[in-house]
């Protein structure tokens, strides 16, 4: 019944009407005759009563008319069925009318809107036949008579209809602009959510490989400790680099958590060499094929995607793969598309890395952001990780 107002326009609607009330009110109380035909006579005292009363209904419906649209509509009625009662003719206060009718189109709930669209219709057909035909008009209503009622009709249909229709273009422009803002937080919140996936994607990627490494170092160096000293140094020297590198990249991706600032450096095809080292450095025996090799620069998103495949496929080899196995990775630069494939021996009856952790989801959902796809598979004790990524932008 009620709708939901600031305080504000509560206020600005009571000033509305009382200031109408006192426009209106005074105009009421003249002693109309003759007027349109029409022989209204009442003394002073009658006339300043209804025009009080008149004045008081359409003023108290034109305050309502936004908080409660049905209520001023019910009440806009009242005081027209108690205008033609005391037989009075239309008058300044009937202007509040058409606020009310705006009210309903633009405000009302889908009932409301139509009771208003309705008001329009029967309201213009009661005004005629009450100018026309009714008991106050001295001539009544004839075959002369006929077109000028007609006209009337016409007429105050168009006008009522015209405060009702500009309502209802008001409540659609307001209807879409709340589709669009809706829309627009919607589409935000998928944005946001697809950084915070990709964010813990690189996350997962930077420390599960920097701990992959850091791990087969420190087993080395324990291992060496006692045997070959400076082989246990070397293993310490770089677990300390691999762990500062993977601490910047911690810092840079929670920096863009807190700051929802642009993706920051990434890795490109240029960094692989040192991925490479990296692997070396933990005891993988890594052999490299790049053939044919990148004509020019690639897209900085197929760079991206080639590097972080790369570096999640060799941290299962680290993690999975069979001690002392070789590890093949190849690269095929072709002018439209690359191909990447990395192949390490696994243990017999070891887990197999397409089934633990989201380490192939990862590398698979890299792929297809950049219109790619990829497989992992494992056949003879040899898992194999496959992708084919477009150069270019993804179709």
Do not use: C
């Not at 209520?71 to 239309?90: C, D, E, F, N």
């Not at 890795?267 to 490299?288: H, N």
């Not at 698979?364 to 598979?377: F, H, P, S, V």
């Amino acid at each position: 019944m009620f709708r939901r107002l600031k305080t504000s326009q509560i206020v600005v609607d009571v000033i509305v009407a009382v200031g109408f009330f006192v426009i209106a009110w005074p105009i009421e109380t003249i002693t109309v005759t003759g007027a349109l035909g029409f022989e209204y006579r009442l003394g002073s005292l009658g006339s300043v009563l209804a025009g009080l009363v008149i004045a008081g209904l359409f003023s108290g419906a034109l305050a309502l008319r936004r908080l409660s649209p049905a209520l001023a509509l019910v009440i806009a009625w009242v005081g027209a069925l108690a205008q033609m009662s005391l037989g009075r003719p239309p008058g300044f206060a009937d202007v509040a009318i058409f606020g009310v009718l705006y009210a309903t189109a633009a405000y009302g709930s889908r009932t409301v809107y139509w009771a208003g669209f309705a008001s329009a219709l029967v309201g213009a057909l009661v005004i005629t036949v009450y100018l026309t035909a009714g008991p106050m008009y001295a001539g009544g209503l004839s075959w002369q008579t006929l077109p000028l009622a007609l006209v009337m009709l016409v007429a105050a249909a168009f006008a009522l209809g015209l405060s009702w229709t500009i309502g209802a273009l008001v409540r659609t422009a307001v209807r879409a602009r709340e589709n669009r803002d809706a829309q627009q937080r919607a589409e935000a919140e998928t944005a946001a959510e697809q950084e915070r996936v990709r964010i813990a994607r690189d996350m997962h990627d930077v420390v599960a490989h920097s701990l992959a490494v850091v791990i087969a170092q420190a087993d080395g160096a324990r291992y060496a400790a006692a045997a070959d000293p400076a082989v246990a140094a070397g293993a310490l020297a770089t677990i300390s680099t691999t762990a500062r590198s993977a601490l910047a990249d911690v810092r840079l991706l929670l920096g863009q958590l807190r700051h929802r600032q642009g993706d920051g450096p990434q890795p490109t095809i240029a960094d692989l060499e040192e991925l490479y080292a990296q692997v070396r450095t933990a005891g993988v025996q890594l052999r490299v094929d790049v053939d044919p090799a990148a004509q020019g620069e690639p897209p900085a998103a197929v760079q991206l995607a080639v590097y972080r495949i790369l570096q999640e496929a060799l941290t299962n080899a680290l993690r999975h793969g069979a001690p002392g196995g070789a590890v093949d990775v190849r690269l095929a630069w072709l002018p439209d598309h690359v191909d990447v494939e990395v192949r390490n021996p696994v243990e017999p009856g070891a887990p197999a890395p397409a089934r633990v952790g989201h380490g192939v989801i990862g590398m698979r959902e890299r792929a297809q952001l950049a219109g790619g796809g990829l497989d992992a598979t494992e056949e003879a004790a040899v898992f194999t990780v496959r992708a084919r990524l477009p150069i270019g932008d993804p179709a």
